[in-house]
Nanobody
Framework: QVQLVESGGGLVQAGGALRLSCAAS????????MGWFRQAPGKERECLAV????????HYADSVKGRFTISRDNAKNTVYLQMNSLKPEDTAVYYC????????????WGQGTQVTVSS
């Protein structure tokens, strides 16, 4: 059974930092890209950052470029999102996703972790 389990969310003051973790299990993900998304109340889900399991290439949304860093630990099958200089508008539920390069394969989502940034 494939599982993605996020952790590390919480309440932080503006200007602070958090590191989210996404522990993946149940299959190998070498043919997947891993992404972090967020969804704030009343807004659409937004893709923040993506990383390739195989070669570590990354891509960031403009809204978080320079503040957020995505990384992976292949040995631990875990993807991280380091979030610095947090702003109140970063408040959302954060999700990780495993996106297959072969669209015939399923994608997988975690249950989400709440991040709240106070002003």
């Amino acid at each position: 059974q494939v599982q993605l389990v996020e952790s590390g969310g919480g309440l932080v003051q503006a200007g602070g930092a958090l590191r989210l973790s996404c522990a993946a299990s149940g299959r190998t993900f070498s043919d997947y890209a891993m992404g972090w998304f967020r969804q704030a109340p009343g807004k659409e889900r937004e893709c923040l950052a993506v990383i390739s399991w195989s070669d570590g290439r990354t891509h960031y949304a403009d809204s978080v470029k320079g503040r957020f860093t995505i990384s992976r630990d292949n040995a631990k099958n875990t993807v991280y999102l380091q979030m610095n200089s947090l702003k109140p508008e970063d408040t959302a539920v954060y999700y990780c996703e495993a996106e297959p390069y072969d669209i015939r394969r399923p994608d997988y989502w975690g249950q989400g972790t709440q991040v709240t940034v106070s002003s």
